[in-house]
Each structure stands twice: as structure tokens, then as C-alpha cells.
């Protein structure tokens, strides 16, 4: 219940009643004197970044289209004041847009998420439902936004040529509320599991789809490694690929700046196929790195494509107290879409997708 109180608001009743007036429009009248004490009952907060984009889908007429949020939290979320943004560019072929785009929906008092639980937005225009339709095969983002405006959640899509045309195709977590985005069929208001064998990632970011898999410091310098994988579709020469290394002096200190040093620059015959690794095991070794990993300390590790543009960067941002883990590498589990985990050294094997156990290496301080 929302409720407001007015003192006296009339000349005969001035400084003598209270009047209640309810979010419903109903009022409740009090005599002041009558009254005791007055108390507010905080409103609760909560924790509204357990509500995640779980399905963008585009295909067939409005009425078939729609989103759909979860909740990953314990708790149930009332959705009323939340807000979605559909951003696309007007055709296909062109770059990533920039910035919110329309408002689409606003939740309403009624629609409340259980833990664990899906609210999907189906039809365009229904009551409480979404306003703008989807276009499955154009570049979008689309922003989900808590009741004080913070951004919690975002779905891209930033190609949609070549091997991306795929225009009937919803966009799915999986696993549901955690993991990233494939293209699969629509499926509203049903969960998605946590199988993705065989699925194409939505992609997130243009340009070559590498990333940085594992980052291991402990050993001597033969021990130490960098590992990149390719979550794309085609083959991906990295020759003019960087990787920059930026750590602090020694324990203790706060995350470094910058890009530190550059520690490999990628050879013509360094290719990577889909779905596979490339790993530069050994210090100063023909087309490996040259700058020593160091594993206990705060570290930026960035990789960027041939034109110097930041495609990714595994970052340890604590190293004291729980985080004071000097023999582990920094492995992305699900291998090259996951967070960042301590695990055992593994050069050149994939991760697998089961964290289980693991402790998360902090990305911020």
C-alpha cells in the first residue's frame, strides 16, 4: 500500500484531523487527537539485478513475438517500474547502434516474478506488455532497467551478416539467467536448460570473435601461459593480434591502469578454427609472449584486435585476505563465454562448463 497523509485541509478542520489517502483513492479520516504516535514503515529493498533478460524473440507476426525475464534471486520482485529499450538499426549490414533507443514497456503493480520463475511478454501491444516490435535479423540492444533507472541487464546482438543472418531465431540464455545468448527456436515462457551442444552464440561484440580462455602465472617461465579460443564460426587468423600485460608492483596494491606492456604481438601461421584453442605456452619462445605472468598479484591482461580495438581483458582486481591464491590459473568456465574461475593449470584443454566449487577470480575491488 502507497499512502499520503494530509494535516487539516479544510478551514473548519485545520490542525485538527488526519487524512490518509490510499493508492486505491479511498482516504481514511483521524482525529489528531486521537492519535498517539505515527511511525512509516520503510519501503523494502531489494536486490533488483536478480531480474535478467532470459528470451529476445523476433520472428513471425507481433502477436508471436516477445521477451522474457526471470528471476535468479530468492525472493519475488514486483516488476512494477521496470523498464525495457529496444534499440536496432534501421536495416541490416549496418553497425552496432548506440544509446537506449525507445522505451518498449514499463512494468506494471501486478506483474510479480517468483524466485526461480519466468514473466514473458507476448504480443506486441497487450495490456502491459511491450510497444515496439522486434526485427530478428538487424544489429539491437536491448536494456533492462530497474525502477531507479540503474541498467541490470542487456541483450546484443552485433552482427548480422554472413554466417549471423539467421532471421527465425530467438535469442536464449543458457543456462537461464546466467549464461549468454544463442540462437534458438522461440520457445515463450519455457526454460531453456542448461544444454547449449550444438547452438550458435548470439555475438555480442563485432569484429573476431577470440577471447581469452586461461591466463596461468604459477611455475617457471616454461609453465606459465596465455590460452585464446574462437567462439566463432570461421577460422580466425591472429597475426597483428596484441595482448598488453599491466600488474601492480607487488601484493597488497590497488588494480593497475593502462595497458601495461605488450607482451605478444600474433604471427601469420597463428590460426584459429572454430570452437578451438591456441595457446602460447613459454616465455620468449618463437610467437609466444615475453612478459612473466606473476600469479598472486592484481593484473589487467587485454586483447586486442589488428586495429588496436579492446575485444577482451581477464582481469584479477584482489589479492590479499581469501584471494591470496598464488597457484591457480584464471580459467572462463563455460570456456570462452564464463567469468573467470581459480582452477588447476590446464594449457591447451578446454574448461568444460562445470564450476562446481570454484572460487570466482574478483574482477573489480
Known sequence: MTAFIVLGTTA??????????????????????????????????????????????????????FYELINIGTTPINLEGFTLWYNANSSTGQPLPTGDGNLTWTGCEDQVIEPGELLTLLGRSNPCSFTTGLTGQRNLIITLKDPNGNV??????????????ITDKSYSRIPDGTGPFYFTVPTPDEK????????????????????????SGPGDDADKFYELINIGLTPINLEGFTLYYNANGSTGQPLPTGDGNLTWTGCEDQVIAPGELLTLLGRSNPCSFTTGLTGQRNLIITLKDP??????????????????????SYSRIPDGTGPFYFTVPTPDEMNGSDATGLILVPQTQ
Open 192 to 215: 531453456h536448460g542448461s544444454d547449449a551442444t550444438g547452438l550458435v552464440l548470439v555475438p555480442q561484440t563485432q569484429g573476431p570473435q577470440v577471447k581469452i580462455n586461461e591466463v
Open 307 to 328: 586495429d588496436g580495438n579492446v575485444i577482451d581483458q581477464c582481469i584479477r582486481a584482489q589479492d590479499t585476505g581469501e584471494y591470496a591464491i598464488t597457484d591457480k
Open 152 to 165: 541490470i541487464d542487456k541483450c546484443i546482438r552485433a552482427q548480422d551478416t554472413e554466417e549471423y543472418a
Open 12 to 65: 473548519t478542520d485545520a490542525q485538527t484531523k488526519v487524512y490518509v489517502h490510499k493508492k486505491d483513492l479511498t482516504s481514511v479520516e483521524y482525529n489528531i487527537a486521537d492519535i498517539d504516535s505515527i511511525s512509516f514503515t520503510p519501503r523494502e529493498t531489494f536486490d533488483y539485478s536478480i531480474i535478467k533478460i532470459n528470451e529476445v524473440s523476433g520472428p513471425g507476426e507481433d502477436s508471436e513475438k
